[in-house]
């Protein structure tokens, strides 16, 4: 019998949610990073290795299929004050690292950005945000030489705050959004596209396709948004002029496909609607 346009719904979304093996996989991943770092920068070095921890859209459950890569945060003990070192030259503190990595495994590069290293698995790559706590709250993180302040924590603790207020179906329809920025042309960058998610609705119900076309319609008012966490400023800042007509562009194609697409279940015309979701969502979105 062929899917009602909720069921494949559902069914679109465990095709674009990690399975569990894949789940274990980040954990396994995220493990075997700690060892490599503790081994390179044991608690006798001038360097200790504090912490490891899992951020990024992983930690806050609202990554999709495929998983192209995962995030952790590797946090270091200001040992003797050992950040004055490297205060002027947060690229120095990248190298230190990248070289001890070198020592334990031949699988690290440094990030074209400065500001990361990457491990690069069989079963995909691990990108090391490497910091120091800050002071004045957040982390440090090496920025092309300078030092840019972080805060994932914050970030991923506001979604869990936000999806108490908004409801529990809020993550799902961040994996929604990102499934069809991913479809059209990959226009908003992935963070920014999660917070302005969250800010859109006030409150989340169980039918998916009403309010996927609700953050269509009202979108476009949400682009201006702000890090959560108050250390990233305009999280839209990225957006050229051509950029952000193209997100407007492709919100309002969207908008307009999903009202034809509610509308054509309400009449009952389930393979309609599901074929208009199918070019918001991609060939995945099931038809049966």
Known sequence: MPLTTGQAFDRFMDIISPT???????????????RYLAGAFPISSTLPLERVILIGSAARGTNVRP????????????????????????????????????????????????????????????????????????????????????????????????????????PHLVKLARRWNDVHGHNFRSYHLEVVVCHVFGRVGTNWRKEVKFFFDHAPSFIPVSDPAGHSGRLDSYLTVDGLRAVESELSEAAQVAGRAVAAEGRGDHAEAKRLWRIEFGDEFPLG
């Open 20 to 34: 569990d093996a894949q789940r274990q996989e980040i954990t396994n991943k995220r493990k075997l990073t700690e």
């Open 67 to 170: 998983i192209q890569d995962i995030d952790v945060m590797a946090e270091f003990v200001n040992k003797d004050n050992i950040f004055e070192q490297y205060r002027r030259d947060s690229g120095a503190f990248l190298q230190q690292i990248s070289r001890a990595l070198d020592a334990k495994t031949s699988l690290v590069t440094i990030g074209a950005r400065g500001q990361a290293l990457r491990l690069f698995y069989q079963s995909g790559p691990v990108d090391i945000a490497p910091v120091f706590a800050s002071s004045t709250g957040g982390y440090g993180l090496p920025g092309g030489g300078a030092w840019i302040t972080i805060d994932p924590e914050a970030q991923a603790n506001w979604l869990v705050e936000r999806k108490s207020q908004v409801g529990a179906y809020l």
